[in-house]
């Protein structure tokens, strides 16, 4: 298990391999497994997620009612062509709503890294590959540099929206996903540990504070930041900009303020949205 | 950790603690109670009670009592499924003392077996850790094969049953012993590296003091 990008980098350099093939190794070193069935396995996550893709429903709504729908919404207005943000980046907010409302709907989708951020990867992977024609095989590849970077971030800090905070869990998702779309631009192990930098370095801080404790307001909104986030981090550090405090520095200090973070902002369902006077209202509503 | 913990489960929605974690906590109780489940009582307390509907937490755990994955999307429909299997259930708050948030009592009955009672937790990313089994303190999380054996309080019987997994080359990985009072009941939890094989549960079944046998496979 990596505990750092510069560890991976430096494998990256020693070996002369690319980064998604040192963790592909370790992974299969770790686990004991071969790396065709590994290779095969991440294959089928990505396919899991195109399927969720294509399997929204945009008449559903979820339990409480809360969330559904709103997919379609941006659907229809980018067919329209009346975004600000154009058809691409467009693509990408609709598919990051569509996957967070299905799973708010408990539809099948796959957690990247968590089921409250499921919609960043698919959003950022799926439209870039439909737009550039990457092969399945290379978005395989891109699966393994987001893995990579996502278990760093756990190793270092954390995952969970319970420990600490929104920014561990759409933070990680937005940070590997702008470190994958750098690899599949070509970019090496640096190029993408500033990307997943510079991604994560726009959320620090970000609350946990789910209205009624459900995965649905302002989790599947929070989807499109982190997707686009992910997109705007690329291009920075695709063009050369990087991170003043190294990569590794920015996840420890997404711990530190986690840790730091008061409790009723991790997923308590208490502070932030949660405790304003309408999520209090919603929350007595849909009790048990 | 796992690279497909990170990326993956495939699972679904919304939560992997209070629905992922829910199925896995049902299934884990269909493997160890081990029969036709008749009539299952479920008691949920903490979080699990306050934001369980809005998860589909009991809709989870009734779909892993019928021996869905947590990736199957009959999930949603698994109160109409119970009732077709003729499943019957009933669902309830209860205060469970002090436990994990995400904390579930759950009863199993079948007319012609011992009820099963179950306390477990879901701890996080769809992990989970059973607490206690018919009401002896336990704590496993069920990703090994895991073997307990409930036996009389009395000497040599750890002995017997490890003696017996190391004569067929079964690996133990962790091994955990409770009992209520000396020379009562006891349970031996051992999670081992490879399965058992059925002869050997078999056996174990038959030999003198051993009370129950559980065994939880990973396979199907």
Redesign the interface.
């Known amino acids: ?1 990596f505990e750092s990008l510069e560890e991976i980098i430096s494998i990256e350099k020693e070996k002369n391999i690319s980064f998604w093939e040192c ?1 592909i190794e370790d ?1 299969c070193k ?2 004991d497994i071969s790396r065709e069935k ?1 290779f095969e ?2 294959a089928n ?1 990505y396919k ?1 997620m195109k399927q969720a893709d294509a399997n929204y429903d945009d008449k559903l709504y ?3 009612g809360l969330v559904g729908t709103d997919g379609k919404k941006i659907h229809d207005a980018r067919e329209r062509g009346e975004l600000l943000c154009g058809d691409f980046i467009g693509r990408v907010i609709e598919r990051a709503i569509k996957m967070a409302e ?15 951020s ?1 919609g960043v ?1 698919p959003a950022v992977f799926i439209t870039i590959q439909e737009e550039k024609g990457y092969s399945d095989e290379e978005m395989t590849k891109a ?2 540099v ?3 970077i ?2 760093v971030i ?1 190793n270092r800090a954390f ?2 929206g ?2 600490g905070g929104c920014q561990a869990e759409i933070g990680s998702a937005s940070s590997m996903a702008a470190g994958a779309l750098c690899f599949l631009r070509g970019g090496d192990g640096t190029m993408i540990a500033h990307a997943a930098a510079l991604a994560m370095k726009s959320v620090l801080g970000l609350a946990c504070d789910p209205v ?5 307001v302002p989790c599947v909104k929070r989807n499109v930041m982190g997707a686009v986030n992910a997109m705007t981090a690329s291009d920075m550090a695709f063009s050369g900009i990087q991170s003043k405090i190294p990569p590794d520095e920015v996840f420890d200090a997404m711990r530190t303020i986690g840790r730091n973070m008061p409790d009723d902002i991790k997923e308590t ?1 208490k502070g932030g949205l949660a405790g304003t006077p309408t999520g209090i209202k919603i929350k007595e509503q ?3 | 950790m796992n690279i497909f913990d990170i990326v993956g489960p495939v699972m679904v929605g919304p939560s992997s603690s209070h629905t992922a974690g829910a199925v896995k906590i049902g299934l884990i109780s269909r493997k160890l109670f081990g029969n036709k489940i008749q009539k299952a009582k479920i008691e949920f307390s903490g979080s699990f009670l306050a934001t369980g509907k809005g998860h589909g937490t009991d809709k989870a755990l009734v779909a892993g009592l019928l021996g869905m994955a947590v990736d199957d999307e009959d999930i949603p429909k698994s109160f109409e499924i119970a009732k077709e299997k003729g499943v019957e259930f009933t669902i309830q708050g209860a205060d469970l003392g002090d436990v994990h948030p995400n904390t579930v009592r759950i009863t199993l009955e079948n007319d012609n077996a011992k009820p099963l009672e179950i306390v477990a937790s879901s701890i996080g990313g769809g992990r989970i850790q059973v607490n206690e089994l018919d009401k002896i303190m336990v704590n496993f999380c069920g990703d090994a094969p895991t073997l307990i054996v409930h036996n009389v309080d009395k000497p040599g019987h750890v002995a017997e049953v490890t003696s017996l997994l190391a004569h067929e080359k079964v690996n133990l990985s962790t091994m955990q012993l409770y009992r209520k009072e000396r020379g009562g009941n006891a349970v031996m939890v051992i999670e081992c590296d490879e399965e058992i094989p059925d002869h050997v549960l078999q056996f174990l079944c038959h030999m003198n003091g051993i009370l129950k046998v559980t065994y939880l496979s990973l396979e199907e």
């Open positions: 298990m963790i992974d770790e686990n590994a396995k991440m996550m899991v979820s339990q409480s299905s799973n708010a709907c408990m539809k099948r989708i796959v957690a990247a890294p968590t089921a409250g499921c990867m699966m393994y987001a893995a990579g996502g278990e756990a995952l969970a319970a420990a009624a404790g459900l995965v649905e369902g849909i009790a048990l």
